[in-house]
């Protein structure tokens, strides 16, 4: 089939890449460049990267919503549009150019997690379980009728770099296989219960800064969905500390305030609202990612010293 490809990180690059290799990409969308390093200058996005690389005609509107776009990608004759992480929505003008449809790879079950951080989300909630959803795009965000789903379970130690790379793959051959079956018109399609459908946001750095008064278990999802971006930190003595890896821990410190820190042997501890965590790796303000014992070892406790 001919498809027309609208994405932008590194993991839609990826499966851009695998959809080139059974398909024909007749054209790449992508974000504009943005300003990237200490110069300010404008990089492409991974997907634009690729879709050079290979002489793929490639477009990046500043908007989509203006209509002027519409006729260039009409133009391409494409049988089918596929979007995984293009980071903007396609007005119906725009989904509805493609004869054999408009589809969707996004990183939950739908309809749980509908928006645009599913795969940290799953991991901020204590999620056991999350998956694919390949669907047919709407006006309404991620409301599409369900072509197909494929489950993948989270692990305890799971971040959302690690959940994220372990997706990869099954997202890859869902999207291959509905493709494939597209094409040979045996595609049948299940509509959402709206009544089951939540809701994610963006992420943000200020929703990253840990409140120690919560519980250590809902701090613990926190470091793990939080990282690699923004990462989950706190401040000590005025300077910020990213919390990279923790774990609860069952040992509490007795009449100590949520934040306090104490010590045994080469392990650092830390009270919460309800329990106690163990920070595992951490990184203080300009410096490099240490484990809690290499840190230890330079580090000089002070009496009643705590997080905030």
């Excluded at 997907?47 to 919503?65: F, Q």
């Excluded at 200020?206 to 470091?223: C, G, P, Q």
């Excluded at 774990?247 to 509490?252: F, K, L, N, V």
Aim: charged share 25%; with cysteine.
């Amino acid at each position: 089939m001919k498809i027309g490809y609208f994405g932008s990180p590194e993991i839609s690059a990826r499966l851009l890449s695998a959809i080139a290799e059974k398909h024909e990409i007749v054209f790449v969308v992508s974000n504009p460049d943005k300003p990237r390093g200490r110069e300010g200058t404008p990089q492409p996005t991974a997907v634009a990267e690729l879709a050079l690389s290979r002489g793929l005609p490639l477009y990046r509107p500043l908007t989509l919503k203006d209509g002027q776009t519409d006729a260039i990608l009409a133009g391409h004759g494409a049988d089918a549009f596929v979007i995984f992480a293009y980071g903007r929505l396609l007005p119906r003008a725009t989904f509805e150019i493609p004869p054999a449809g408009c589809f969707n790879l996004h990183a939950s079950l739908l309809p749980e997690l509908r928006g645009a951080s599913p795969i940290q989300s799953a991991l901020l909630l204590g999620k056991t379980e999350t998956g694919w959803t390949f669907q047919k795009i709407t006006e309404e965000l991620d409301a599409g009728d369900i072509l197909g789903q494929t489950k993948v379970p989270i692990s305890p130690s799971d971040r959302t770099s690690e959940l994220t790379e372990r997706l990869m793959p099954p997202g890859i051959s869902l999207t291959l296989d509905i493709l494939g079956d597209l094409a040979n018109r045996s595609l049948n399609s299940t509509k959402q219960d709206a009544g089951l459908a939540t809701f994610c946001s963006k992420i943000t750095k200020a929703a990253a800064r840990i409140s120690w008064e919560a519980d250590s278990e809902l701090i613990v999802n926190s470091v793990r969905g939080y990282y690699p971006s923004p990462v989950a930190w706190s401040t000590l003595e005025g300077k910020t500390v990213k919390i990279l890896r923790a774990s609860a821990a069952e040992m509490t410190l007795k009449n100590a305030a949520p934040g306090r820190i104490w010590t045994e042997k080469d392990r650092l501890f830390v009270c919460t609202g309800r329990g106690a965590l163990e920070i595992l790796e951490l990184q203080m303000e300009g410096k490099k990612a240490l484990t809690t014992s290499e840190f230890l070892r330079g580090f000089r406790s002070k009496e009643e010293m705590a997080f905030v």
